[in-house]
T-cell receptor
């Protein structure tokens, strides 16, 4: 079955370190998204991509970057981790057109000490 | 600009009683609206979606929602709650083509035996 997987599921790091969260989908979807989930804020969009070599900033993109070198993967990089980036991160994907059905990974819990 | 407001951060019901989770939206054009569910430590799953067809939308697990343009509402209901319905529910509005979505802050549903 097609799926979307995130790794690592849990990560503890220190302030100032670079961290990369991986996202891999086997749906062959063009669209991929990174969200962060924080209490009282719901899910907020960090970055998104509509295809290979396409990346776009979401509403909370500062301190994060993504790259899309193939259809399956959209890694999220925190260049210099900050305590404010402690959160649960969700990757999602969707196919062509506005169906609204995002397929979500199970999340990566990041703690920045 | 598009936005969505979930009117209750927490709702508690008894098993077998009706469920009502309230959502108001703001959109500068005819929106697409969705409800997603998140069980503990899991990713999000699509419950149902409205995309300008029938105003009463039926979803999985007996949930349904009614789009009311005059009230800018998209409330989620279920006639009889089950223990397995305990989860967090997100009302979501589409921003543009391509699955870019804006999430409400979430409503936590508790179901008492």
């Amino acid at each position: 079955d097609a799926e979307i997987t995130q790794s690592p599921r849990h990560k503890i790091t220190e302030t100032g370190r670079q961290v990369t969260l991986a996202c891999h989908q086997t749906w062959n979807h063009n669209n991929m998204f990174w969200y962060r989930q924080d209490l009282g804020h719901g899910l907020r969009l960090i970055h998104y991509s509509y295809g290979v070599h396409d990346t776009n900033k979401g509403e909370v993109s500062d301190g994060y970057s993504v790259s899309r070198s193939n259809t399956e993967d959209l890694p999220l990089t925190l260049e210099s981790a900050a305590s404010s980036q402690t959160s649960v991160y969700f990757c999602a994907s969707s196919g062509k057109g506005l169906t609204g059905e995002l397929f979500f990974g199970e999340g990566s819990r990041l703690t920045v000490l | 600009a598009q936005s969505v407001t979930q009117l209750d951060s927490h709702v508690s019901v008894s098993e077998g009683t009706p469920v009502l989770l309230r959502c108001n939206y703001s959109s500068s054009y005819s929106p697409s609206l969705f409800w997603y569910v998140q069980h503990p430590n899991k990713g999000l799953q699509l419950l149902l979606k409205y995309t300008s067809a029938a105003t009463l939308v039926k979803g999985i697990n007996g949930f349904e929602a009614e789009f009311k343009k005059s009230e800018t509402s998209f409330h989620l209901t279920k006639p009889s709650a089950h223990m397995s319905d305990a989860a967090e529910y997100f009302c979501v509005v589409s921003v543009a083509w391509g699955g870019k979505l804006i999430f409400g802050q979430g409503t936590e549903l508790s179901v008492k035996p």
